[in-house]
């Protein structure tokens, strides 16, 4: 009887006979629970030839009892739900492509070089009106949550303890807000509790990967640590939303030691210290080799794939650099070039193993900025300011709509 399960338990109006088999409603028989099918086969002859079965009035209790327990073990029923990879990008505006997400092509478009997200956007849809908050940790919040902000009211960027990062100013006064970010833990002050998108995914059965910037809870709260909302692989994520380094000459701001030199300074990524590897590109090979790891598991996978890149400072990534100083771009125009470059060679990277795998017809790819183009200082952007995210006005941290415009596919 290997494969085959018998239940000798009914009620006195489950049974009827048809084609020598004895069957019960299809409410009583089929039970689908997270693609798993079960079949309760009976066999007339079983019943002719023994008296173990017995009719009672009230419900099939059998079927309440473990049904799980009740699949043969060499029935393996492969589970096809698709993966899933989001694919954040830091600080992006929705020109920063060669890609237009507007009626024409803009100078802007013409400016950048990003030959991957086309092909995301001709394999899949464009949302050519996608809108998100002005800075960092209130889309990411909502984004874990599905809450809007005036809800989880983690309306600015978080970083230390008990601490907000509104700038002061004389004429007005902040309400207050969550500057703890969001926990799954209970009584935490100044933190919205709530239940993540990983951790719902990982308790259906999803395999959950963080790789890159994480930016929901301050520093010494719950929420600093992306292993806390339900991923099970974390990759470089803490408190912080930028970066002391993209450069692996830097340690990525670490010292030596293992000590960091600043609050941004990135996590782990120890292999890549003292080389020439640009952050994006570790970040891309660690999550290339978690997908390797995450396809053994035979479980569908869910990948937060949020990189550090395009946000301040405005490290030089070398692999494209020069060809944008060579088009007429300054050194810190050139240099944000370079990282939309490293940061497109990523997604295609992803792309290609995902093709490799044959899992590209049963993976979402959804692609996505946090809010829009950073465009505030002389620091990193040219003059005129504001300008960057042109036809609109103004970028990051700004509710105009270049501020909170982003692209989306």
């Known amino acids: 009887m290997a494969g085959k399960v018998v239940l000798f338990c009914i009620t006195k109006h489950a049974y009827r006979k048809f084609d020598n088999q004895l069957l019960l409603p299809s409410n009583a028989i089929l039970l689908k629970e997270s693609f798993l099918y079960l079949r309760i086969h009976f066999y007339r002859s079983i019943l002719n030839n023994t008296h173990i079965y017995m009719i009672i009035k009230k419900q099939l209790f059998a079927l309440a009892l473990a049904p799980m327990s009740l699949i043969a073990q060499d029935t393996i029923i492969p589970d096809n739900r698709p993966n899933i990879i989001l694919f954040m990008v830091d600080d992006m ?9 507007w009626t024409e092509k803009t100078p802007l478009n013409e400016r950048y070089h990003t030959p991957n997200m086309e092909r995301l956007a001709a394999q899949g849809k464009m949302f050519t009106q996608a809108y998100a908050c002005s800075v960092s940790s209130p889309t990411r919040v909502s984004l874990m949550t599905g809450m809007n902000a005036a809800r989880h009211r983690v309306t600015n960027w978080t970083l230390q303890k008990n601490t907000s990062t509104d700038r002061k100013i004389e004429v007005l006064e902040f309400p207050e807000w969550n500057v703890n970010g969001i926990s799954q833990a209970t009584n935490i002050p100044l933190t919205y509790q709530v239940t993540s998108l990983p ?193 609109l006005n103004s970028g990051k941290g700004s509710a105009y709509e270049g501020g909170i415009r982003e692209p989306m596919m």
């Open 199 to 391: 951790q719902i995914l990982k308790d259906n059965g999803y395999h959950t990967i963080h790789c890159g910037k994480a930016h929901y809870g301050a520093i010494d709260t719950p929420g600093e640590n992306p292993h806390h909302f339900g991923f099970e692989v974390n990759i470089a994520g803490h408190a912080a939303g930028g970066l002391a380094s993209y450069l692996g000459e830097d340690n990525y701001g670490n010292k030596a030691d293992g000590k960091t030199t600043s609050p941004f300074a990135v996590p782990g990524l120890k292999d890549y210290w003292g080389t020439n590897t640009f952050v994006t590109e570790a970040l891309t090979i660690e999550s290339v080799k978690a997908l390797d790891k995450a396809k053994k598991l035979d479980q569908p996978f869910f990948l937060y794939m949020s990189h550090y890149a395009v946000h301040i400072p405005l490290d030089k990534d070398m692999r494209y650099y020069q060809k944008y100083v060579d088009n007429g771009l300054s050194e810190n125009e050139a240099a944000y070039a370079s990282l939309i470059e490293g940061m497109d060679k990523s997604l295609g990277d992803l792309m290609d193993w995902l093709e490799a795998n044959e899992l590209d017809e049963n993976t979402i790819v959804i692609f996505m900025s946090d809010n829009g183009g950073f465009s505030s200082s002389t620091t990193w952007r040219d003059k005129p300011l504001h300008t960057q995210n042109a036809p």
């Open 93 to 101: 505006g929705w020109q920063d492509t060669s890609l237009p997400f």
